[in-house]
């Protein structure tokens, strides 16, 4: 039985994202082609993380104060490459997983 790969990818924008995929021929009909028989891709967007600080909102809710992350991101999981290599990053704790 084939393993399953999964890559943390980022790109400056969401067209970058698009026309990597295009270039390697992960685009059908105008859009990102998320999943095959060897690939499954989940689109994240914008991910925002907490910075520490504690806000509170009008209600005297407390909350904390999130800001984005750098790039648009998006999870891999292939049984061989796709081709997208130039857009995987390390992550120390992913903030989604597949299953």
Known sequence: MNEYTTKYLRADSYESFFDACDSKGLVG???VILTSHNH???LLGVIYKETGNTL???DGNQ????EPSIGYHA???YKESVGLEDLEI???SPSIVFA
């Open 56 to 58: 509170t909102d009008s």
């Open 90 to 92: 390390e992550v120390d």
């Open 40 to 42: 499954s891709i989940v």
């Open 75 to 77: 999870n891999l999981r």
């Open 63 to 66: 909350y904390q104060e999130k």
């Open 29 to 31: 009909d105008g859009e």
